[in-house]
């Protein structure tokens, strides 16, 4: 990834007084701008009205969990975290930020995994701004940022390991959901620290075939699941078929020769392995 180059600009606390004081200024000079002009003294009580609009121009409101990023005639003058009303520098523009915690889901993303196989892949970004003038200055939209940076995240990530791994060697998509968004999460937050955002949590919400390949690696799925499944069931029927001779021989009731012991053997693995019920033929001995 190119790194990207930011501005020098570094937040800090903006200067500024309780806006409750610049209120009580105003008022004493609207107050005296209505007292002149009902004595007639015009230019005293124009004087007044314009130093009570100045005034008001420097007044910010901050709502809790917001910031203030100050500037003053295209200057940053500092950021205001704190909520309430304040009196900054008369005519500078405040521009709020919101410091929540927000919510990115990403569309369903059509992707090629490592071994080129189309997959559909989205994922939820939690983040919050933790730099306000990062956020403001360093790019354009911070919120249209963080869309882009991780769709972008989210297709490099999931190009980098198999949907499924079925020789259950390495990470995969499927298997290893948590180290996949682990390994989201560190890429977003070195594509976002740009923007003075940081990463809380990422999720995939959405993990799938495409729907042209779907069919085929669905029926692949199940062949495996098969043949596991048979592993299993031909271990335990040689266990429980050499389990069965040796209780029969155990105390030297019965003695099998090794024709009989293959036949023994055979029979309870075909019953055992078998998809179907076996049907017992029961021996009731021989006419001559």
């Known amino acids: 990834m190119d790194e990207t180059r930011s501005s020098n600009i570094v937040e800090h606390n903006a200067s500024k007084i309780n806006g409750f004081i610049g209120i009580l200024v105003i ?17 005293l009580g124009v004087i007044a009205i314009a130093v009570a609009i100045i005034i008001f121009s420097g007044l910010a409101i901050v709502q809790p969990n917001n910031a203030a990023v100050v500037t003053f005639f295209g200057k940053y ?3 205001i975290r704190e909520n309430g009303i304040w009196m900054v520098i008369p005519f500078s523009v405040s521009r709020k930020v919101t410091l929540r915690v927000q919510n990115f889901n990403s569309e369903r993303l059509k992707v090629n995994d490592v071994n080129g196989n189309p997959v559909e892949i989205a994922a939820v970004i ?13 790019v354009d939209s911070y919120k249209e940022f963080v869309e882009i940076q991780s769709e972008t995240a989210v297709r490099h990530v999931a190009a980098k390991y198999p949907y499924d791994n079925f020789e259950d060697t390495g990470f995969s998509l499927r298997g290893n959901a948590d180290e996949v968004s682990t ?5 977003l937050q070195e594509r976002l620290s740009v923007a003075g955002v940081e990463v809380i949590e990422t999720r995939l919400t959405h993990l799938a075939y495409a729907t042209e390949i779907a069919s085929a690696m669905l029926q692949r799925q199940q062949a495996s699941a098969i043949l596991a499944a048979r592993q299993i069931i031909v271990d335990g029927a040689v266990g429980m078929a050499q389990l069965a001779i040796e209780k ?10 090794q024709e009989r012991k293959v036949n023994m053997i055979n029979n309870l693995l075909v019953a055992i392995v078998s998809d179907r019920s076996a049907q017992p033929i029961i021996n009731v001995g021989s006419l001559y």
């Open 27 to 43: 008022l004493i000079f609207v107050a005296g701008a209505i007292y002149s002009l009902i004595n007639q003294r015009v230019v």
């Open 77 to 79: 003058k500092g950021s």
């Open 126 to 138: 939690v983040f919050k701004v933790i730099d306000a003038a990062k956020a403001t200055f360093d």
């Open 183 to 187: 390994q989201l999460l560190k890429e």
């Open 248 to 257: 029969l021989e155990q105390g030297g009731t019965l003695e099998l020769d």
